[in-house]
């Protein structure tokens, strides 16, 4: 896979160049993952991606220590550094971590700024009809991500904002990654975001924490199912590469 942008990334060895190149590596390293361009728990090879992006290895390493205090990469000491990959309980508890500042973040949205919040999420729905129209995973996730942005963009709490975006890129990454490997789920998912919006433009606010928290955490088994079905199908294929290996192909 090539990040590279049109024009290739100049090596540098000043202090703050450094510092702003390890920052752009980063955000494309964060970009790819969380596009689903990178595997769940796919290798980083520090040395290829610095070929890839045309820079050092020293930006590389920097961006990937920030990548690793968001989650989204595990340096693995005399190992190497991978692409998070979730275990059934961190799916667990990030989605119940997720429903608490989401509930919370809908709940002032519509006392605060609900038009705008309003706004936000038809926008986004439309994104959504689109993406489905095309079958395209990525521009679903995006549209997913950006409605359930809309809480926390017009709740006005910073504070409620910023712990979302703690964990927003890893909930990006799992919606890209895991989502469509759920057949009938993104049908369901798309009406239940316009359930969302109907319940959130009447103001009924019992309801719209009920479907909240009942969407979140459906998503939260269907990650967990997908996860699974993700694990059987690698371990068919180790082993169907074995017996190609060993001459036991049909």
Known sequence: MDIRAGRGMARTTGGGRSSSLASEV?????????????????????????????????????????????????????SGTYVFQPTEDEIFELCEYR???????????????????????????????????GNNTKAYGIA????????????GNRYLSDAYQMSLARVSALRVHLTFLATTEPARSFEEHRR?????????????????????????????LALRDR?????????AGLRRKLGLSS
Do not use: W
């Open 26 to 78: 980063a955000r494309r390293l964060r970009a790819a993952i969380v596009d689903g361009e990178f595997d769940l728990g796919e290798a980083l090879s520090e040395d290829g991606l610095a070929s890839a992006l045309g820079v050092s290895r020293t930006p590389v390493r920097e961006a990937l220590r920030m990548l690793q205090l968001q989650g989204l990469v595990e340096i693995v000491p005399k």
């Open 231 to 239: 694990a059987a199908r690698d371990t068919e294929s180790k082993a």
């Open 196 to 224: 969302i919006i109907e319940i959130f433009a009447e103001g009924r606010l019992a309801e719209l924490e009920e479907i909240l928290k009942a969407h979140i955490m459906r998503t939260r088994e269907n990650y967990v």
């Open 144 to 155: 997913d991500t950006a409605f359930h942005e809309a809480f926390f963009a017009h709740c």
């Open 99 to 133: 429903t608490t500042l989401e509930i919370r973040a809908a709940q002032l949205a519509l006392e605060r700024n609900p038009e705008a919040a309003l706004a936000a999420m038809r926008r986004a729905v439309e994104a959504m009809t689109d993406a489905l129209a």
